[in-house]
């Protein structure tokens, strides 16, 4: 497959991140490729540009080779821009154990997870009428 010329605005977002925590870890991507035996430093370096799309399994053997930082997959993915709840969840990297506890216990338990339905609109050049209700 050809290599990406422009990069898709999820895979910048993500490749920003992982930039982001491999520069905290004072990494270089050539050691992050190689302590989790990672393709190259080339492929590190597509991702943090945008110009790849990581596997969920790439990403996963990435937050592991951030030694110290505690980065989980989910810091990769998260952009705190992007709305409330990702600004809540990388918020929640800062936060101690006790304290994620705590806040667990008033507003937990963690529900299963139930998708929201969203209304759908009526495109008028599908043809498509509403359903009756």
């Known amino acids: 497959m050809p290599r990406r010329v ?7 977002t993500i490749g920003e991140r ?3 925590f ?4 004072g990494l270089t991507q ?3 490729a190689e302590g989790e035996s990672l393709a190259n430093k080339g ?6 540009h945008g110009l790849a799309n990581p596997t969920v399994e790439t990403l996963q053997r990435i937050a592991e080779a951030l030694e110290g930082l505690d980065v989980e997959l989910v810091d990769l993915v998260v952009d705190p821009e992007e709305s409330p709840r990702h600004a809540l969840i990388a918020l ?3 936060l101690s154990d006790e304290v994620l506890a705590e806040i667990l216990e008033k507003y937990g338990p963690v529900p299963e997870l139930v ?4 209304e759908r609109a009526h495109h008028r050049a599908s043809g498509a009428r509403p359903k009756a209700r």
Request: net charge positive.
């Open 6 to 12: 422009r990069p898709k605005k999820l895979f910048l």
């Open 18 to 20: 992982v930039k982001a």
């Open 22 to 25: 491999r520069l905290a870890a």
């Open 30 to 32: 050539e050691e992050v």
């Open 43 to 48: 492929h590190i370096s597509s991702i943090e």
């Open 92 to 94: 929640s990297r800062t």
């Open 115 to 118: 998708p929201r339905k969203r």
